[in-house]
T-cell receptor
Framework: EAQVTQNPRYLITVTGKKLTVTCSQNMNHEYMSWYRQDPGLGLRQIYYSMNVEVTDKGDVPEGYKVSRKEKRNFPLILESPSPNQTSLYFC???????????????FGPGTRLTVT | DAKTTQPTSMDCAEGRAANLPCNHSTISGNEYVYWYRQIHSQGPQYIIHGLKNNETNEMASLIITEDRKSSTLILPHATLRDTAVYYCIVRVRREMDSNYQLIWGAGTKLIIKP
């Protein structure tokens, strides 16, 4: 079954304690992306990756890091989480977009993070 | 900067067609319109996309006006499981680096009533 998996699904942590949210896809997609969603808002892109070892900042990259060492995995790293990073996080993957065209994105189930 | 405008919420009776409008008056000639939906707080699900022509698939139809300034997503026979937030999205070129990105607004909360 084609899917994007994220772990953990729920996480409560304290300010400053480094954490990693994993994301994995089994569709051999080149493009992967991380989003955050806050109440009443749409998704905002944090980072994206066009392929292995190629990553770039989205709209809200501050406080986050990513890596893309393998095609299937795209972990999101919070080196020193703060309460304003409390949010719902989604990982997505797709075939590589081309100019103004974006292929269908497949989303993971989400990770609900609370930073106290 | 939102590129699309959608009503905050809409109701539709079960079994009827749900018509969800979207305004994208500043869309450029090569920018596609995409629709996704999100049920509860699950990951968004792709529905359909279009550029100029009307499109139809097994989930919905997309009607784009000739001037491309607005579009309507049509769910032909809405069911209770279609209750969700529907996002009308465009892929635009970022000023900061000229890369393209999808711009998500707040969407329309569609409630299907029995």
């Amino acid at each position: 079954e084609a899917q994007v998996t994220q772990n953990p699904r729920y996480l409560i942590t304290v300010t400053g304690k480094k954490l990693t949210v994993t994301c994995s896809q089994n569709m051999n997609h080149e493009y992967m992306s991380w989003y955050r969603q806050d109440p009443g808002l749409g998704l905002r892109q944090i980072y994206y990756s066009m392929n292995v070892e190629v990553t770039d900042k989205g709209d809200v990259p501050e406080g986050y890091k990513v890596s893309r060492k393998e095609k299937r995995n795209f972990p999101l790293i919070l080196e020193s989480p703060s309460p304003n990073q409390t949010s719902l996080y989604f990982c997505a993957s797709s075939r590589i977009p081309s100019g103004s065209f974006s292929y269908e994105q497949y989303f993971g189930p989400g990770t609900r993070l609370t930073v106290t | 900067d939102a590129k699309t405008t959608q009503p905050t919420s809409m109701d539709c009776a079960e079994g009827r067609a749900a018509n969800l409008p979207c305004n994208h008056s500043t869309i450029s000639g090569n920018e596609y319109v995409y629709w996704y939906r999100q049920i509860h707080s699950q990951g968004p699900q792709y529905i359909i996309h279009g550029l100029k022509n009307n499109e139809t698939n097994e989930m919905a139809s997309l009607i784009i006006t000739e001037d491309r300034k607005s579009s309507t997503l049509i769910l032909p026979h809405a069911t209770l499981r279609d209750t969700a937030v529907y996002y009308c999205i465009v892929r635009v070129r970022r000023e900061m680096d000229s890369n393209y990105q999808l711009i998500w607004g707040a969407g329309t909360k569609l409630i299907i009533k029995p």
